[in-house]
């Protein structure tokens, strides 16, 4: 039997509209993973989180300086400047929900529901 006093939101999750997926560790640490465009490669950009069991809330950062470093590591592929907006969405704070291998974040501000599936 499986005990539940871990992260809920602990493993691999697909954005249901294709945009990223999220891979979420335990100690803080997650990966945004931004899907290629085109002829390149998936870009995987590190962030951090705090989670509160309790009040079911999840806040999302960004990391300038990995981004920065991720950008010049690219080829061109991607400037600063687009990668930020491409984790933009997600670096804030969301009320999170599970039901049925589905991870729902609710923007707290906005009300705007992303949806990612289990892997």
């Known amino acids: 039997m499986k ?11 697909t954005d249901e509209d294709g945009n990223m997926n999220l891979k979420i560790s335990r100690d803080g640490q997650m990966t945004v993973t931004i899907p290629a465009s085109g002829e390149g490669k998936d870009t995987e950009v590190p962030m951090t989180y705090t989670m509160n069991k309790e009040s079911k809330t999840i806040s999302i950062q960004q990391d300038d300086a990995q981004i920065q470093k991720i950008a010049e590591k690219s080829d061109g592929q991607y400037t600063t ?9 997600i670096g804030t ?17 906005y009300g705007e529901q992303m949806m990612f599936n289990k892997n």
């Open 81 to 89: 400047e687009t990668l930020k907006n491409a984790v933009q969405s």
């Open 3 to 13: 005990m539940f006093t871990g992260n809920p939101l602990e493993g691999s999750w």
């Open 93 to 109: 704070t969301f009320e999170y929900s599970i039901d049925d291998g589905t991870l729902t974040l609710t923007e707290r501000e």
